[in-house]
């Protein structure tokens, strides 16, 4: 990689200096990693793509991930050292500045619809950030055991199953309130003059359930609805819309103060 990097003449010697720094410090692979570059390269030249392994510096010391890679041999059990850990946060630091893994690398793993992929390639959810950094609260785990992954394992695998069902849905949410918005009230009216009946049960059940006005039995309903006063149609709608809406911000865009990214 120095050599080629040397024969880019067009760009300056300390730029290219900065750059093999960066290259020293950071764990970068390409052409052994198949899926990754080789298969990729081989199908659409100038595709492919370079892997990287970011050991997080609140790692535990476990082994595990050492143990999986084996003959690979892309991680090995090394002494902590102060020097060290400022190498890992730097790199872990500037991984944040890269773009998440695009789709094309992650094989059969479907991203945006996990419950649609091959059971084979679900660990490939571990590949998006926002999948690995799903663990965000102080584990408690001990020092060299495995329960942290336990932790991380269970929280992806959430993350990565549950917020694009939830996305999903609070847009499916948005649509159907913004449906009732447009035709609501033209369908209450339709209502109204297809079975009177059920025209008012509706208009009743919204205001009883949704409007909080419903009692502690009929006749303590039909009296708060006597004293609150006549409810239009509009009314009725806006309290549907207002549900829905706050349903969809819920599953979407919900999040705590402090911490979190504003993905919902």
């Given at each position: 990689?120095?050599?080629?990097?040397?024969?880019?003449?067009?760009?300056?010697?300390?730029?290219?200096?900065?750059?093999?720094?960066?290259?020293?410090?950071?764990?970068?692979?390409?052409?052994?990693?198949?899926?990754i570059?080789?298969?990729?390269?081989?199908?659409?030249?100038?595709?492919?793509?370079?892997?990287?392994?970011?050991?997080?510096?609140?790692c535990?010391g476990?082994?595990?991930?050492?143990?999986?890679?084996?003959?690979?041999?892309?991680?090995?059990?090394?002494q902590?050292?102060?020097?060290?850990n400022a190498?890992?946060?730097?790199?872990?630091?500037?991984?944040?500045?890269?773009?998440?893994?695009?789709?094309?690398?992650?094989?059969?793993?479907?991203?945006?619809?996990?419950e649609?992929?091959?059971?084979?390639?679900?660990?490939?959810?571990?590949?998006?950030?926002?999948?690995?950094?799903?663990l965000?609260?102080?584990?408690?785990?001990?020092?060299?055991?495995?329960?942290?992954?336990?932790?991380?394992?269970?929280?992806?695998?959430?993350?990565?199953?549950?917020?694009?069902?939830?996305?999903?849905?609070?847009?499916?949410?948005?649509?159907?309130?913004?449906?009732?918005?447009?035709?609501?009230?033209?369908?209450?009216?339709?209502?109204?003059?297809?079975?009177?009946?059920e025209?008012?049960?509706?208009?009743?059940?919204?205001?009883?359930?949704?409007?909080?006005?419903?009692?502690?039995n009929?006749?303590?309903?039909?009296?708060?609805?006597?004293?609150?006063?006549?409810?239009?149609?509009?009314?009725?709608?806006?309290?549907?819309?207002?549900?829905?809406?706050?349903?969809?911000?819920?599953?979407?865009?919900?999040?705590?103060i402090?911490?979190?990214?504003?993905n919902?």
């Amino acid at each position: 990689l120095r050599a080629e990097v040397d024969q880019l003449t067009s760009i300056g010697v300390a730029a290219r200096d900065e750059f093999l720094h960066i290259i020293d410090k950071l764990p970068l692979a390409y052409n052994d990693v198949t899926a990754i570059y080789r298969s990729v390269e081989k199908k659409s030249p100038g595709n492919g793509g370079i892997f990287s392994i970011f050991v997080s510096d609140l790692c535990k010391g476990c082994g595990e991930c050492v143990q999986v890679c084996g003959d690979h041999d892309a991680l090995r059990m090394t002494q902590e050292t102060p020097e060290l850990n400022a190498d890992l946060t730097t790199a872990q630091v500037f991984s944040r500045l890269l773009p998440d893994t695009n789709q094309k690398f992650l094989g059969l793993y479907q991203d945006e619809s996990p419950e649609a992929s091959r059971e084979a390639a679900l660990r490939n959810h571990l590949m998006v950030r926002r999948n690995y950094e799903a663990l965000v609260s102080g584990d408690g785990a001990c020092a060299g055991c495995g329960e942290k992954s336990v932790l991380r394992a269970a929280a992806s695998v959430t993350e990565a199953y549950m917020r694009p069902m939830y996305h999903k849905k609070a847009a499916r949410l948005r649509e159907k309130a913004s449906g009732l918005e447009e035709s609501g009230v033209t369908r209450l009216e339709a209502l109204k003059t297809l079975n009177e009946e059920e025209y008012n049960w509706f208009k009743r059940s919204v205001a009883h359930v949704v409007m909080g006005l419903g009692g502690e039995n009929d006749e303590d309903t039909t009296h708060r609805l006597d004293q609150h006063g006549e409810i239009s149609d509009l009314e009725i709608i806006d309290a549907l819309v207002a549900v829905l809406r706050q349903d969809a911000f819920n599953h979407r865009d919900l999040q705590a103060i402090d911490g979190r990214m504003a993905n919902g």
